[in-house]
Structure formats: structure tokens, C-alpha cells
């Protein structure tokens, strides 16, 4: 009865999920669902809950944490090339959080709101005497048809990703910049075949492309971004930089298969200010595969990534 | 700093929400926001939080638990006059419910779904130490322009309240049927006003309607359909049952204000097969009181309500 894993009781919700219904373009399974909008917009819809002593510690700075539950919402409708547009707030509060706790999260959502154009339109208070609990659901709207999902992944596209990953737990995953401007610049210049934000970790979430794709891919350790913070914490615990880019998660950068010949010129220039690298490529054969550097020796891909089940 | 009720708090964020915005027709402070949706309709979007201890007990079947959290997000689509469209769900679960408990869970909330029309289009899964957390959202579509708000009651106006009101907590609030059938029906014969779920009880919620629309009511306690169930509940506690049914909540009924003449034939035919019961007036003076009987000794209303810090 107990102890599946977070990717089984998803996969058993997926599975129990009738497919389809009114207006449902695509239903569970993408960083966003895509419903029937209106004549020129698809409409995207994305929920998540963030857990004191899970997505943040009881010491967080409320405002930090305000900031972070619509952050990573906005991230998931970046990833699908949308714009964000309208969120609802459920929290629950212990007696201690109703006064300045209360107003300074509200405050740190707000300012994330006001920074990517994001309406605060309705909520749910109530509350606990457990972890606090802060869950955002965002609604954005994307050219239609255009949503850019985790399916599209074709062999021989570049496998790229904004900024630099690693080590977010000291500190940048309370305060993700969600690349809604990166992914708008991405979009335009067209040949996005599939993306994702970087949530559980590069390893595990270009894993989640490739499933859904139905290819495989390798990445070449060299070339992947590792953040100053991954660094540092390798000092501390002895793995390596290069596994806490590939594994610790919670960046929210966006890692996308595009057509192979835009590689150079995102490289160059990257997106709206962002760097962007070239990590790897798409291929037929379904194998995940890591490598040194481009033609290095191939090892199997340690996907990692956060499951709250198992290890949280 | 803490002590704050729950109101206070949701008074607090809706003074901090700036208002209007892009597309928003209604934010915050009604059963659902109103979104611009196309050019037939609008679109509403309506979240809601239930937490283990508070909303249901540890020991309530899951399959109670997964229909009472989509259908508490029904109810507020139906205060509306929309029609429920496409969920999302995000739950933290203990370990030992991510087996049959989640499939149980998930199994009631997919009942509802299809009673209703809904389609579950999302989700996100979260491990905890804590209560159960299940905070579903939902959109629906309402004829554009038509959303029925809070805020319309006018002096004369009937209230009406559907079905029986008393005593849910007995087992009832596990099972909730929204009434979108009848909230469609009413719409459909024009002249209603104003219109609000009954989760926190009618004194309390149709306070909320008179506060947003600047009037005051007179009820009458002889016309107020008490349910069995708050009999029984009487019985065992030794308040009258028509306190248990003005003040208990999570009936999951509507109120609504309406023109005066539409009243008899209401009462008469019900809607959609469920009864209809005038239980007062709206009044000019902004007056809130409970009578005996029409004509009766006037004395202020108790609105109680449940208040999730203060009594929670």
C-alpha cells in the first residue's frame, strides 16, 4: 500500500485520468495543461504547493517565500512559451502566521505579480496546526497552437539550457527569476521542437522530454553550466560540481530541444540577457547517456532528481 | 502580530491585491473570479483548500475526501451561474497514503468530475509529515457578461435558499451535490440578482452578500428549511435546530436574491427537483435581523460562521 514513489502515484493519477474532454488540448503530463482559449490564445493552467520544511525552511523569510510559490508557477507557463496571467492563492496558517507572516509572503507574491504581469484574482485562508501550506494554480495564455510542449523532441535537435545550474539550495531556489522573457525570445525565433524548467534537476527533466519524445539523448558534462553555488557546495560534501548541476534541482531554468543550426546563435548571443549553453544532443536511439565531452566515453545518465517520496 | 481572525486576513489581502488588471472582470472577493474569456463567454476560476482535522477526519473515506474537494470548487461555480469546466489538483500526502488511499482519493474526485462534466487536467504531487492537503482549483464558463455576483442585491429582492440547511457535519458535508442544475435553471429565468454558496452557513453568507451589495434583510426563521439532519444534531447538543441551520455551513446550498415576483413559482416548482424556500427580503435599511415569522419581534442576526483561526 505504501511507499510508492512520486512518479508511481503520478503515473497510477495519469493512468486513472479519462484522456480528452471538453476543451482539453493537453491534459496531465506537461509542465502546464493547454485548454480552448479563445480565437487567437490557447489558455495554460498550473498548480503547485510548496510545504514549509519541504520547498522551504520554517526560518525562510516570508516574503522569499511568497516570491517562490508564484515563481515556480510562472516558470511552468515559461516553459510552455506562454505568458502568465492570472493566480489564485490557498494557504494554510498556523495562528502564528496570521498577522506580519501573512502580510509579508502576501507581499513577496505581490511583487513577483507585479515583476512578470501577473494578476492576483481569488484564494482560500484557512487554517492548520501543521507545515505551512502555500499552493498557487496560474492560468497564461499562449499563441494557439503554439504551446511548446515536451513531446516534440526530434533526433539531431540541440539540447540547450539558460543560466547555470547547481547548488540552489543555498539559497537562489527561494528566489527564482522564471525566464518568461528568455522562452517569449525562444519562441520567436521559431524551431522550438520541446522545453521543460528545470525543477528536479537537468538530469531528471530532460528525462521527462525524452520519455515523452520517445528518443534519447547525450550531454556532455563539459558543456553544462555549473552554477558558483554548485561549486561550493561540492566542497562541502565531496561530489562533484558537475552532479549537483546535473541533479540537485529547483533551478527553474528552462532546458529546450530546438533545431540544430539556432545552437550556434543562442550560444552567442543568448536569450533577453540570459546565457544560454549547448549541452547535448537529441538521437534515435532511446538511450540516456552522459559523456565527458563531445565523444567522450558514454556512461548511462544518473537521472537523480528530487522525489518527495522517497527521499523526502 | 498573530490572533488575527480569518476574515481580518482575507480582508488584509484583498486591501494589499491591487486591483483590476489584465483581463480581470471580478478579483478577489466572490465564489469565483471573472476572467475575460471569449467573446461568448467568461471565464471563472475558483480555488479552495482542504486540510486533514479541519475539513474532514483522519478516518473519513478517501473516496469522500476526493468528491468533497472538487465539489466544494463546484459549488463555487454554480454561485456563479457557470458551468464547472477543467480542474487541477495539487496533494500532499503522508507515505502510507500513496497507495490505495491516493487511488481511493483520486477515485472520488474523478466520480465527481464525471457527474459534473469536469475534466481533470493537472496536478502536483507533494510528500508531507503533516495533514493531508488536497487544494483543487477549477474554471468554469458563464454567458459573457452574465456572472451572478455578490454584489446585485437590491431592496424588495426575495432570498431564497435551495434544499435543506442544518447539521452537514453529521455526514452530509462529505457528499455534497453542487447545484449547478439549479443555479442554470434559476439563471435561465431571469431576474436574479445575487447569489452565494452556503459553506459557512446562511447567517454568515448572505451577510456577505448584503455587505457587497449595501443592503440589509430581514429572515424569517419559520421559512428557513431546516434539515433533519440538524434536528438530530439539536437533539444531541441542545441549541435550536434553526441555529444549526443558520449556522452550521457546509450545506453546499444556494442563496440568492431575486426579484420579488419570481418568489412564488420558485417555491412552488423548486429547481431543477430540488426545493425552493423564500426565507426573506432585502431591505433598504442596512439592517441584517432574524424574525420568528413574518411580522414578528425583529432581533439582530447571529451571522457565526466558521471561522478557521479563531474557533479552528
Redesign the interface.
Known amino acids: ?4 514513489g ?1 512518479f ?3 503515473r ?2 495519469r493512468d ?3 484522456m ?5 488540448i493537453v ?2 503530463g506537461d509542465d ?2 493547454v ?1 480552448s ?3 487567437a490564445e490557447d ?1 495554460l ?5 510548496l ?1 514549509e ?2 520547498h522551504f525552511r520554517p526560518d525562510a523569510a516570508p516574503r522569499d517565500v511568497g516570491w517562490k510559490a508564484l515563481a515556480v508557477s510562472i516558470s511552468d507557463v515559461a516553459a510552455m512559451g506562454g505568458r502568465p ?2 493566480a ?6 498556523r ?9 509579508e509572503m ?2 513577496g507574491l ?1 511583487d513577483c505579480a ?1 515583476r512578470f ?1 501577473v ?13 505551512l ?1 502555500v ?1 498557487v ?1 496560474l ?1 497564461g495564455r499562449v499563441a494557439r497552437g503554439k504551446a511548446v510542449l515536451r513531446s516534440g523532441a526530434r533526433p539531431g535537435d540541440a539540447v540547450c539550457v539558460t543560466g547555470a545550474l547547481g547548488g540552489s539550495l543555498r539559497g537562489r531556489h527561494l528566489r527564482p527569476t522564471p525566464r518568461v522573457a528568455e522562452a517569449a525570445a525562444l519562441v520567436a525565433g521559431g524551431d522550438v521542437h520541446a522545453m521543460i524548467d528545470v525543477s528536479d534537476g537537468l538530469a531528471s527533466d530532460l528525462g521527462h522530454v525524452l520519455d515523452a519524445s520517445g528518443v534519447g539523448a547525450e550531454v556532455w558534462a563539459d558543456r553544462v553550466p555549473v552554477h558558483a553555488d554548485a561549486v561550493a557546495l561540492a566542497d562541502d560534501d565531496g561530489r562533484g560540481p558537475i552532479d549537483h548541476a546535473l541533479q540537485d534541482g529547483e533551478d527553474f531554468e528552462l532546458c529546450f530541444a530546438v533545431a540544430p543550426e539556432r545552437a550556434p546563435s543562442l550560444v552567442a548571443s543568448g536569450l533577453a540577457g540570459t546565457p544560454v549553453a549547448h549541452v547535448g544532443t537529441v538521437t534515435q536511439a532511446r538511450e540516456y547517456v552522459l559523456l565527458d565531452c563531445v565523444g567522450g566515453p558514454r556512461r548511462p545518465m544518473n537521472r537523480g532528481g528530487y522525489d ?2 522517497r527521499r ?1
Not at 500500500?1 to 510508492?4: C, E
Not at 480528452?20 to 482539453?24: A, E, I, R, T
Not at 494578476?119 to 507545515?131: A, E, F, I, K, R
Open positions: 500500500m505504501s511507499g510508492r512520486e508511481d502515484v503520478i497510477a493519477i486513472a485520468v479519462p480528452g474532454g471538453d476543451g482539453v491534459g496531465i502546464c495543461a485548454l482559449g479563445d480565437d489558455l493552467v498550473t498548480t503547485d504547493l510545504l520544511n519541504r496571467l492570472h489564485v492563492l490557498s494557504v494554510a496558517l495562528a502564528e502566521h496570521s498577522g506580519l507572516f501573512a502580510d502576501l507581499r505581490l507585479a504581469g494578476s492576483l484574482v481569488g484564494g482560500d485562508t484557512n487554517s492548520t496546526d501543521g507545515p501550506v499552493c494554480t492560468t518527495h517520496f523526502g
